[in-house]
Nanobody, 126 residues
């Protein structure tokens, strides 16, 4: 089991930027595909973006549209999410996710995610 702790959430105006970080302990992240999901009030948790175990491939939800960038630093056991041009509809709790597999994609069932962080709130004001 890997423990994940997110940070970097907050309140930002439309068009602003935030950088989320996910720090892992208990296991080395190089054995895991990593991703970010989000959940808005009254909605199901949804896939946002992911990076393969190798770090060579990334996968984005359609709504990301080049605004978000995921990256990983296996030496530091961290994953980051740079979010630019934020919109009010991006408001949600963002969760870091780990899966002991080569990939996480938009088709990955959240029930197949082995480890979740506690979440960090992102609020975008209009």
């Amino acid at each position: 089991q890997v423990q994940l702790i997110e940070s970097g959430g907050g309140l930002v105006q439309t068009g602003g930027s935030l950088r989320l970080s996910c720090a892992a302990s208990g296991r080395t992240l190089s054995n895991y595909a990593m991703g970010w999901f989000r959940q808005a009030p009254g909605k199901e948790r949804e896939f946002v973006t992911a990076i393969s175990r190798s770090g060579f491939s990334t996968y984005d939800a359609v709504f990301v549209k080049g605004r978000f960038t995921i990256s990983r630093d296996n030496a530091k056991n961290t994953v980051s999410l740079q979010m630019n041009n934020l919109k009010p509809e991006d408001t949600a709790v963002y969760y870091c996710a780990a899966r002991p597999a080569p990939f996480i994609t938009s088709g990955t069932d959240p029930r197949n995610i082995s480890d979740w962080g506690q979440g960090t709130q992102v609020t975008v004001s209009s």
